[in-house]
């Protein structure tokens, strides 16, 4: 296997020409590292001695270490360099003008999901933004999309659901890198801030993140794994629910249950376990934080035998289907707030539509809901492909 080499990587080894004598700004988090493991500032400062003047954390926290949604990070000094590190998930989510004052080139080096929700995407788009207001030159070094490039499932959302885990009417699993999303952000939604991405080479869309020869450093704390990510799309709307994702476990997302939960029932209701590149493996397990902590919950743990068959939203959808048919009475959506909105039920900000919460409660088909978004998806497609930088 010869080893995808990122865009920080190739900005490192061929240095542009506009990066000479400017100050530079840099946005990351544990995960941006070379395929050595040093981070991302360490070689931007050996490699522009002297040239990086500040850094920018997004959700989390700059060592990744803010566990739970609406957890915010304070500004700080970075112990290894001194400088000032400015939190993009503090006491505001939009960089001020005070933020770029130190910098005339904004870096961008943060490994995404590739999943509509990852706030990271939206921390750039704010930034894009912000870099217009202020005349800030924007550089994105590209990483991989570890669920792969060649794959987009799930209903675009809908633009009066829009939050800070949706900004954009995008499928859940958008099929793009984080530079593509860049491209996308700034052209196509007319962002038109002065915007270079540096690729990848070696990357093609068929990968999953196994397929690239670079180390998995989580990109926050509850995505351990690559498998955890490619679980997520689907797995992550259980989070407006009182179904336990598995935050407070080792595997979160991966597993998942409550108390209340049948698992025999919810076999039964999937058709013996005919879900499309996975095995759902009965488990019991007591979460020690976040919801049932301290209880024993059954559920399942969700083992990838084919991850190209495997539509993680699809079947997280058939699945709470299941969930609902047999446990309507303590089955619970959770109520706002989730992510600084405090009138939308959560899972609907996260599907990004309510009909699917409501298609649940009806029990409907998810089989026939996933036909009434192929258009949508189709038209995404048509406009998103403008912005490939991998064939």
């Not at 669920?147 to 954009?168: H, K, Q, T």
């Not at 498998?227 to 080792?250: D, K, M």
């Amino acid at each position: 296997m010869v080893p995808v080499l990122t865009g920080l990587e190739n900005f490192i080894e061929s240095p542009p020409a506009y990066a000479t004598g400017k100050r530079l700004g840099l946005l990351c988090n544990p995960a941006s590292v070379g395929r050595d493991y040093i981070h991302a500032r360490e070689m931007i400062n050996m490699r522009f001695p002297g040239q990086l003047k500040a850094l920018y954390s997004p959700q989390h926290g700059f060592f990744s270490e803010k566990q739970d949604n609406m957890i915010e990070s304070e500004n700080m000094v970075d112990p290894l360099l001194g400088i000032q590190v400015f939190s993009l998930y503090g006491k505001t989510r939009i960089p001020t003008k005070e933020m770029f004052e130190p910098i005339d080139i904004l870096l961008i080096d943060l490994q995404d999901a590739g999943t509509r929700v990852y706030t990271f995407i939206y921390t750039m788009a704010y930034c894009l933004e912000a870099a217009k207001r202020f005349g800030t030159k924007v550089v994105v070094l590209d990483r991989p999309n570890p669920i792969g490039g060649a794959a987009v499932e799930g209903n675009c959302l809908l633009p009066e659901y829009a939050s800070f885990v949706g900004r954009y009417p995008i499928p859940m699993r958008h099929g793009l890198t984080i530079g593509e999303l860049a491209l996308l952000f700034n052209n196509h939604f007319r962002i038109d801030c002065d915007l270079e991405v540096v690729p990848m080479k070696g990357w093609k869309r068929t990968m999953f993140f196994n397929d690239t020869g670079l180390p998995w450093i989580p990109p926050s704390p509850n995505l351990p794994t690559p498998n955890s990510a490619v679980v997520y799309p689907g797995q992550v709307i259980l989070e407006g629910t009182n179904i336990s994702e598995g935050r407070g476990t080792t595997q979160p997302f991966e597993i998942f249950g409550a108390p209340f939960i049948n698992t025999n029932k919810i076999i039964s209701a999937l058709g013996s376990n005919r879900l499309p590149g996975i095995i759902l493996r009965p488990i019991a397990f007591e979460p020690t934080s976040n919801k049932w902590q301290g209880d024993r919950c059954e559920g399942f743990q969700i083992h990838i035998i084919d991850q190209v068959e495997y539509k993680p939203y699809f079947s997280t959808l058939k699945i709470l289907h299941a969930i609902y048919l047999y446990h309507s009475n303590q089955f619970r959506w959770k109520s706002p707030p989730y992510e600084y909105e405090f009138d939308k039920y959560p899972v609907d900000l996260i599907t990004g539509n309510p009909s699917i919460r409501a298609a649940i409660e009806k029990t409907d088909q998810i089989d026939e809901i996933e036909i009434t978004w192929q258009t949508e998806l189709e038209e995404y497609l048509h406009i998103s492909r403008k912005h490939y930088l991998y064939a």
